[in-house]
């Protein structure tokens, strides 16, 4: 089993929809959580963390966590054009010594 | 802040050769993590220093890759003998403490091994 896992896309979405993303990880210890952006080319970008059970809303963004199911999403509204990048989940884990992150999502928004 | 810098931007090598990638951490950060990541997968851990120590280097090759955080200058990493299959972007991060913070990511570098 890996230890964050996502759903390697592409997610495909129209402008102005809901782009929904998902991350599970293993380390039932994990202490923070974080979404990256990360366009082709580019170092990823961090653009949310999270730290408790809940939502936490910025702009746009939404993630959700819920540790109890080990769960980690990331909810992009009015999705637009230059939102496609791929997103990737990172975790802390129990150790609280580095950023373990998954494989990725791509999300791509059709005009 | 000029953020964290990473140098070369883009580094070709012939195979057998050494690699030297250099990273700034942002002011104030005394933590640096070192990620590798090959074309269409994730970013994969392999070092975490800060002066002078090595604190987790738990993702690194066991043979012909090493790193280090000087008490001055930037941290180093450094690939010997490269081989094709070391080709991959390298992305430094830096932050102020080892486990609530996110990352900030350099630019990274790009190696090439021809």
């Known amino acids: 089993q890996k230890e964050v896992e996502q759903n390697s896309g592409p997610l495909s979405v129209p402008e102005g929809a809901i782009a929904s993303l998902n991350c599970t990880y293993s380390d039932r210890g994990s202490q923070s959580f974080f979404w990256y952006r990360q366009y082709s080319g580019k170092s990823p970008e961090l653009i949310m963390s999270i730290y408790s059970n809940g939502d936490k809303e910025d702009g746009r963004f939404t993630a959700q966590l819920n540790k109890a199911s080990q769960y980690v999403s990331l909810l992009i509204r009015d999705s637009q054009p230059s939102d496609s990048a791929t997103y990737l989940c990172?975790?802390?884990?129990?150790?609280?010594?580095?950023?373990?992150f998954g494989g990725g999502t791509r999300v791509l928004v059709k005009p | 802040n000029a953020g964290v810098m990473q140098n070369p931007r883009h580094l070709v090598r012939r195979r057998g050769q050494e690699a030297r990638l250099r990273c700034s951490p942002m002011k104030g950060h005394s933590h640096v993590y070192w990620y590798r990541q090959l074309p269409e997968e994730g970013l994969k851990f392999m070092v975490y220093l800060q002066k002078e120590n090595i604190i987790d280097e738990s993702g690194m090759p066991k043979e012909r890759f090493s790193a280090e955080f000087p008490k001055e200058g930037p941290s180093i990493l450094r690939i010997q003998q490269v081989v094709r299959g070391d080709s991959a972007a390298y992305f430094c991060?830096?932050?102020?403490?080892?486990?609530?913070?996110?990352?900030?990511f350099g630019s990274g570098t790009r190696l090439t091994v021809v």
């Open positions: 991060a830096s932050s102020p403490t080892p486990s609530r913070d996110g990352y900030t």
């Open positions: 990172a975790v802390n884990g129990a150790a609280g010594n580095k950023l373990t």
